[in-house]
């Protein structure tokens, strides 16, 4: 075959300019056409993605670029996605290493450079946002060769080339001097068509190939998205799944795909070294093998990371519930993290016996709160517990996960920072300083990274920088961590919220919401002072003594509420509490609304709230 084929991954820490690069490289060949709105990040197509800026589902495109096809997987760059990453470097020749020349190698580098080294791939580095002030491009290149030789890289890995370019202005060159930039992207592309191999190629083999990703769709289940090992296939093709657990099942292919651009588009025919899309096997699992049917054979099994933190997803059971959304019922909630573990395999639930709940695992926070901001656009109502950590029976030992923690601050909260670190089990690794900033590298339970960032970012003045990634399970420590040490004022009545209340309520604390506020007994109005809870009304209307008083209530003027976005308030609430999630709010609760009962519940069970008998 003369067709020219380069598959290759686009790596990179979070926020270091993956997906803006890809989507340069598409409108600059002219396969995409730039966006109205001028956004460059079009890969990431959920508008989660865009507000967020992270990607969070790994991506495939294809470019035509001098007679070479060029597919490209954008990949995430987030810990808690790290997953994607790892079973996209099975179906790629080479990677393209993204780095901030401002920010440099960070830990997310170390993880994806690893696992793209690991899998004996190619690399070409550009050194992205070489026009940032104060970017420090020499400084970058000698963190980014000591990272390749930390991590045992061979004398060809080693001899990578260098492209430094600026994604967001469109221009780049070969020389760390900025003024050679050009507004173009031939360097980039030209180096990935010279440096990347290209797949090796076999049409004349038996049918091989191996999803690393999904898709859903509603008519045809789950579709497969791949590289082809060997062979071809077409619509209508008899093929057989070698099922994880080594059984087979026969299916006919129904639809096949393949990617211009933007696009998925139906194709004729894939061919050995093609990314294709393969739909027909409704439950088709990553890892499976699909071949033809007089030649079985199986190929090695992808390794997929195991969830690490679950959650209890409910129906919503509030004094409010049904006001706002449309899908309010455990059996639509149900459906819907069925189709969602459809395409993402790092996700998993379980109903829960007796009751209108799912336990729901995931590979970390962010990976949970994306998924209920997610349901919430949808029109969901639902109630989540706090996260907890997965605990794993390793050699009959319970094993927890572990993080590698990397903070960034200015160096008058370095002593604050490690005492709160102190605090949840953290082992210093290193501590690096200069120019005024601090550097502090931990292997922290992620138990301990629960509840971390709402303190962290408080006692850092929003200064305070973190990045974490999971590094392995390790026997438990004993002891409680992350466990939120304020008490929390609770409503004990239902009714609007009054600013004649609130006046006398703000001295015990800090207010979570403001006057006019429809609360319900049991719901979370505030930040107590102190440790314990504190039952408060929140209702109280001031005495009307005469004409002059009754317009007094307008006149109060309190302190502005702290708000609390949902990562926050997942972040902040303990196990004996609830955030209650609907199209348009965001509260916090106790499980036990009732005040007696929730005292009641207290008393008998102290060691739940943290509390010695």
Same mark, same amino acid.
């Given at each position: 075959? !003369? ?8 790596? $990179? ?30 890969? !990431? ?7 967020r800026?992270?990607? %969070?589902l ?29 079973? %996209? ?10 780095? !901030? ?15 793209a ?13 070489v ?14 060769l000591?990272?390749?030789?930390d ?47 290209s *797949?090796?190629?076999?049409?004349? $083999? ?27 296939v @077409? ?22 795909? &393949? ?19 393969? &739909?027909?096997?409704? =439950? ?16 090695p ?8 933190l ?11 519930? &049904? ?18 573990t ?10 829960q ?61 370095v &002593? ?11 082992t210093?690794?290193?501590? =690096? ?51 939120r ?43 107590n002072?102190? *440790? ?42 303990n ?8 199209? @348009? ?29």
């Amino acid at each position: 075959m !003369d067709k020219q084929i380069r598959n290759v991954a686009i790596i $990179a820490h979070v926020d270091h300019g993956k997906t803006t690069l890809v989507g340069r490289l598409l409108t600059w060949t002219g396969t995409v056409a730039m966006p109205q709105s001028g956004d460059i990040a079009m890969m !990431d197509s959920n508008p989660i993605e865009h507000e967020r800026g992270i990607t %969070i589902l790994a991506k495939t495109t294809s470019i035509d670029y001098k007679g070479t096809t060029i597919n490209i997987l954008d990949t995430p760059g987030h810990a808690d996605f790290g997953g994607e990453v790892e079973r %996209i470097m099975n179906m790629v020749d080479g990677a393209v290493l993204v780095v !901030d020349a401002f920010d440099g190698v960070m830990p997310q580098t170390r993880f994806v450079l690893k696992t793209a080294l690991e899998y004996k791939l190619k690399i070409v580095v550009v050194i992205n946002k070489v026009d940032r002030p104060n970017a420090d491009i020499k400084k970058t290149e000698d963190e980014i060769l000591q990272l390749f030789m930390d991590l045992g890289a061979d004398d060809k890995q080693l001899d990578y080339k260098i492209v430094y370019c600026s994604a967001l202005k469109g221009t780049s060159s070969f020389s760390r001097d900025l003024s050679t930039q050009q507004p173009t992207m031939a360097p980039v592309l030209d180096t990935i068509v010279k440096e990347i191999p290209s *797949p090796k190629i076999n049409v004349e $083999a038996p049918f091989l190939f191996q999803p690393s990703m999904l898709d859903y769709n509603d008519y045809i289940g789950r579709i497969g998205i791949g590289r082809i090992e060997t062979g071809q296939v @077409k619509p209508g093709d008899l093929l057989t799944c070698v099922r994880l657990d080594g059984s087979q099942k026969n299916f006919r292919v129904q639809k096949l795909y &393949g990617y211009v651009g933007m696009s998925r588009i139906e194709i004729p025919v894939a061919q050995s070294g093609e990314i294709c899309a393969i &739909g027909g096997l409704p =439950d088709i699992e990553v890892g499976e093998t699909l071949c033809t049917p007089d030649h079985v054979q199986r190929l090695p099994l992808l390794r997929i990371d195991p969830p690490t933190l679950q959650m209890t997803f409910s129906a919503n059971q509030s004094p409010f519930a &049904g006001n706002e959304g449309k899908f309010v019922t455990a059996a639509k909630l149900g459906d819907r993290l069925f189709r969602e573990t459809q395409s993402d395999v790092s996700l998993k639930y379980v109903a829960q016996p007796a009751s209108e709940s799912f336990l729901v695992s995931g590979r970390g926070e962010l990976h949970l709160s994306v998924l209920i901001e997610t349901l919430r656009r949808e029109g969901f109502e639902l109630e989540v517990s706090k996260p907890d950590v997965i605990v794993e029976e390793i050699n009959g030992v319970k094993c927890e996960p572990f993080e590698d923690l990397q903070i960034d601050v200015p160096d008058e909260y370095v &002593g604050p920072v490690m005492n709160l670190v102190g605090t949840r089990s953290a082992t210093m690794v290193n501590m =690096d300083s200069n120019n005024g900033q601090t550097r502090l590298n931990y292997i922290i339970p992620t138990r301990g990274l629960i509840s971390f960032m709402t303190t962290f970012m408080t006692i850092t003045r929003g200064y305070g920088i973190i990045n974490h990634s999971f590094k392995e399970y390790r026997p438990v420590v004993k002891g409680t961590i992350g466990r939120r040490q304020q008490g929390v004022l609770v409503s004990v009545n239902a009714g609007k919220a009054t600013s004649y209340a609130l006046k006398h309520i703000e001295e015990r604390g800090t207010m979570f919401i403001v006057p006019g506020t429809e609360v319900y007994e049991g719901m979370i109005i505030g930040e107590n002072k102190f *440790p314990r809870d504190m039952a408060v009304n929140v209702t109280e209307g001031m005495p009307l003594n005469n004409e002059r008083n009754s317009n007094k209530d307008q006149t109060i003027v309190l302190k502005a509420p702290r708000k609390m976005s949902l990562e926050e308030a997942l972040d902040y609430i303990n196990n004996d509490e609830l955030v209650e999630v609907t199209p @348009k709010n965001i509260r916090m609760r106790k499980k036990i609304l009732d005040t007696n009962a929730r005292k009641k519940y207290e008393a008998h069970h102290p060691e739940e709230y943290g509390l010695s008998k």
